[in-house]
Every structure is written in C-alpha cells, then in structure tokens.
C-alpha cells in the first residue's frame, strides 16, 4: 500500500530521516466468510449468496487468532465476501481487540444499517472501509445489485456519525474511470475521512475481467488528479488520508512528479521511498482465507502455502522451502524483463506479482501493469 497522503506531507513539510523500523508482523488480511450479498465483477475472492462448504469454524478462528498474536501479528484487517454476514463477527470481533490488535473491518457496506451500527460502534473499530466502484448506477452495474450504492453510502454516513473512521475503496477500470473525478468530489461532500485507489488486479473474477483494465494513459491521467487532490486537501488542511494499492509502480510515478513539481525535494522522498521498500506481498502483507489456507496476499487464492488447520500461520509464513515465498522475501528479488532491468527495484519491489504469474505464467517477469514508460523506470 503506498500512502501517498504520508510522502506529500513529507513534500510539503520534510522530516529527517530516521532509522527504518521493521514491522513486528505481517499484516494480517482475514477473510472470514466467502458468503456475499453481492456478485461484483472484479471480486478476488470470487464470492456469491451461498454458503461455503470447511470454513474454519469460530473456535478455529480463535486458535488461530492466539497463535497470531504469539507471533506478533499486528493488524488483522476482517473481510469476506461480507464480513458481516459471519454470525460470530462481533464476538470475533471484540475478541481481537482485547488482544491488543488493531482490527478493521472491509465491508461492502450495504449491511452497515441502523439495527446494527450501535454494535459496529461498540467493537471500535479503529477503520471500516467501503467498497464504492463509481457514483450511482455504475456502482450498481458493477455490484450487480441495484441500489447498492445508496445502501453503501449510508453505511458511511452512520459509520460518520457514530464517530468512526471510514472511508471508500475504489477499483479502477475502463468502466468507471469517468466517475473518477466525482469520486474525488463524494469525499468533500459526504467528508470521509480515506480514499483508497485500487488498480485491478488480476484474481477471481479480477482475472476474467482484466480485459477491462484501464489503459495506461487512463491510469496515469487518474495518478496526476489524484496527485493534484492530495496536494490540495494538504495545503487547505483538509483532514484526508490517501493510498494506493495492487501496483506498487505509483510510488515511481510519483516521484517523477515530485521531480517536475518540487526538484529540491526530490532526493528526500526518493529516499524516503527507498525506505519504505515497495511490495510486501509474502514478508508484512498476508492473507488467511475462508478455509483456513494462507496465501501471500489476497490476490493469491490459487497458491496456497499451507492450511493454519494443518501448520501454525508462523511456520507456514516463515518457510522458504517454498519457491514462491522465498522470491518474495529475497532482496532483490529474482525480476524478469522490464522490471529486472528497472531503477526502481528500492522503491517498488517489483510490485504484486500475480499480473505476471497470470499473463505470463511466471511470478518473477515483467508487471505486464506498470504503467511506467522505458524512459521512467530508468534514473534521472
């Protein structure tokens, strides 16, 4: 994930450079239940209305939970399908931040409703976020549910006024790309507190659909408004935190604008790029599906590294016997093509992987996603 809200500050307003903290864990994405109340078109996890046959039962989920903790898993992010269908989601819930973990719930929000925001705010969640794929009946189309967007966005807005942090989860494609600027615009007039782009990656039906990845151009003309935005929500003070996920090439891009539009400070965010490393798939980000199997992150559903039913999540998590896990944890890591010759190894790490395992039937060759020209990926 690249915070873009965090190194526009450091453009605006530059900190030193402190010694690189390791995360005591992985972070932790968790995902309950496969049963959803939507059918979208980009959803990894491939999900329906339905109910999914060896899902770890709760008192499975807290056997794991505990060995987690004991190996100093931070965050655990609960997601689905819907999170809260799962009968047991608050108890889990409570259970997880008694530990002391920090604990955020991924929601499509249309189940975030006046009979149960009074037990969503009890849990304190420290973020909920939303999925919204554009304004409308776009989102609609892609929810496959009409009406969907005017349930998700009352989520929010009683997510708002019981105080709790939320915000909305964007997926861009060719489909929705024009309602990217409205986007921008929901956040002020509805004030939401995060925005999270997230370029589509190819998992689930994400890989059917990847024919309707935006084209690079689209891309990058989204990158410079949302670059735009944030640089204007931090100069007017505006309390709006904005990431970016599944193509980890944003962190380049941005440099180079930051090159164009602050060159005295370019050398301080390079490095501060440069520290915070890029992809983490299979070293801090991982993935707990409904049946217990651990995959690298979440796009990785058709490679299991080993079920928690059968094996501890940190012996799974640690073993490099694995040829997958241990090109993710090497450094650098074993890149092909364009990617293997980029400059930029520091700061993106190669990015996700699966776009090339699905493409190329190979993890380790070029980002058939970076959207970066032969001129960018080289250095100044």
């Known amino acids: 994930m690249f915070r873009l809200s965090q190194f526009m500050r450091e453009v605006l307003n530059p900190t030193p450079i402190k010694p690189t903290r390791k995360p005591s864990g992985p ?50 992010i609960l997601s689905g399908g819907e999170p809260l269908l799962h ?51 776009t989102h609609d189309k892609f929810r496959q549910k009409q009406g969907s967007f005017a349930d998700s966005l009352k989520g929010i807005g009683l997510c708002r006024e019981q105080g709790i942090k939320a915000g909305i989860r964007f997926t861009l494609t060719q489909d929705n790309v024009d309602d990217f600027p409205a986007m921008l615009q929901l956040m002020d007039t509805e004030d939401i507190d995060k925005f999270y782009l997230s370029h589509l990656n190819y998992g689930g039906r994400g ?11 689209m891309t990058r003309d989204v990158m410079d408004q949302l670059f735009e935005q944030c640089l204007q929500w931090e100069l007017h003070g505006s309390e709006r935190e ?14 180079h604008w930051v090159n164009r539009n602050y060159p005295k400070q370019v050398e301080h965010i390079k490095a501060k790029l440069q520290q915070w490393g890029g992809n983490a798939s299979g070293v801090n980000v991982a993935n707990i599906d409904n049946l217990g199997n651990v995959h690298p992150d979440t796009f990785w559903w058709n490679y299991n590294l080993g079920n928690v039913k059968d094996r501890e999540f940190s012996e799974i998590w640690q073993d490099t016997t694995d040829p997958l896990m241990a090109g993710l944890k090497a450094s650098p ?48």
Not at 88 to 103: Q, T
Not at 209 to 215: G, I, L, P, Y
Not at 369 to 379: A, Q, R, S, W
Request: glycine share 6%.
């Open 242 to 255: 904005v990431v970016t996920g599944n193509n980890d090439a944003d962190a380049v891009y941005f440099l």
């Open 27 to 76: 972070v932790v994405i968790w995902n309950l239940i496969r049963r959803c109340n939507l059918t979208c078109k980009h959803c990894y996890t491939t999900s329906a209305d339905i109910d999914f046959p060896g899902e770890l039962t709760t008192p499975e989920i807290y056997t794991v939970m505990d060995g987690l903790k004991d190996f100093k898993v931070p965050v655990l």
């Open 333 to 380: 890591r074993p890149l092909k093509g364009r990617c293997g010759t980029c400059h930029y190894q520091s700061i993106c790490n190669g990015n996700t992987r699966v776009r090339a395992q699905q493409v190329y039937q190979d993890p380790w060759q070029e980002d058939p996603g970076c959207y970066l020209n032969d001129t960018e990926i080289l250095d100044f």
């Open 207 to 217: 890989n059917k659909n990847r024919k309707d990845d935006a084209a690079f151009k």
């Open 87 to 137: 009968p047991d989601i608050f108890d889990i819930s409570h259970r997880a931040k008694s530990m002391g973990f920090y604990v955020a719930l991924s929601s499509n929000g249309t189940l975030i409703t006046k009979q149960n925001i009074r037990q969503i705010a009890e849990v304190n969640y420290q973020y909920v976020g939303v999925s919204l794929d554009g304004i409308g009946a």
